[in-house]
């Protein structure tokens, strides 16, 4: 009799080296001026060559996330929704591997202020591909979610995708 053999840990493994090599990533929030999050407010990455290679829109809960960059220096630009009367900032920011959070703080009498930190710390540190990084295990296929491979563990959901990973009870 022969036995059947399941496709999945194939799959893992071929996702797995099939990552991209730019996989740094910029999370982070942004705020108003009464300190509530704002919506709707756009963060662009430009590198050194002055091409802009990356951008988020925050969500309601104020969380934007850009993926897929390479670690190095960026200038990012954050513009408010127009009907906010936000004034605009820019902030240059070196990328490393470990990724970046940097938060802005608007109001409408200065130019938005950006507060950075290495490494992916903020409440937005979910994931960035638009999809919570449970969602391959939470689809049947077996494995481990994604963000808690190499001891990691992204709560939330960045990016506008998704929230936390479904609760587990241990028996």
Do not use: H
Request: aromatic share 6%; hydrophobic share 40%; proline share 11%.
């Amino acid at each position: 009799m022969r036995r059947k053999r399941s496709l999945a840990p194939a799959l893992v493994l071929s996702l797995l080296i099939a990552a991209p090599a730019n996989c740094a990533e910029i999370v982070g929030l942004v705020f108003g001026a009464n300190g509530d999050p704002l919506n709707g407010a756009n963060v662009g990455a430009v590198n050194s060559a002055g091409q802009q290679v990356g951008q988020g829109r925050s969500d309601i809960y104020g969380r934007y996330c850009i993926s897929g960059l390479n670690p190095g220096a960026y200038t990012l630009n954050l513009t408010p929704p127009p009907a906010t009367g936000y004034i605009p900032g820019s902030a240059p920011e070196s990328l490393g591997a470990e990724g970046l959070t940097v938060d802005w703080s608007t109001c409408p009498q200065a130019p938005a202020a950006a507060t950075s930190t290495p490494g992916v710390t903020s409440l937005a540190s979910a994931t960035c591909g638009g999809f919570p990084l449970w969602t391959l295990a939470a689809a049947g296929l077996g494995i481990v979610p994604l963000g808690v491979l190499g001891g990691l563990y992204f709560p939330g959901g960045g990016g506008g995708g998704g929230g936390p990973p479904p609760a587990t009870s241990k028996k």
